[in-house]
């Protein structure tokens, strides 16, 4: 069964770290900003100083996604 809460990063209290594309170690989180989008999040690398900016989005449910299919391809949904 699809899970009915998405995973948003911008509700989680920790962010991953991501690979740095300088030097391959692990760039750690420094910044969160709310926007209207999501959240705008600053990434830096302790080893060579390297910084990166992405910005995440809200996420649909896997529920949401499933229905989406369901009605486009016609499924009729079981009750419960
Ligand atoms: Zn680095």
Excluded: W
Aim: aromatic residues 2%.
């Amino acid at each position: 069964m699809a899970s009915r809460d998405p995973f948003n990063i911008v509700e989680s209290p920790v962010v991953a770290s991501i690979p740095c594309i300088g030097c391959g170690n692990n760039m750690h989180c420094i910044r969160r900003q709310q926007v209207t989008a999501g959240e705008v999040q600053l990434f830096m690398c302790a080893a060579c100083g390297n910084s990166s900016e992405r910005v995440v989005g809200m996420q649909e449910s896997d529920e949401d996604i499933q229905s989406a299919i369901e009605k486009s391809l016609g499924i009729a949904r079981k009750a419960g």
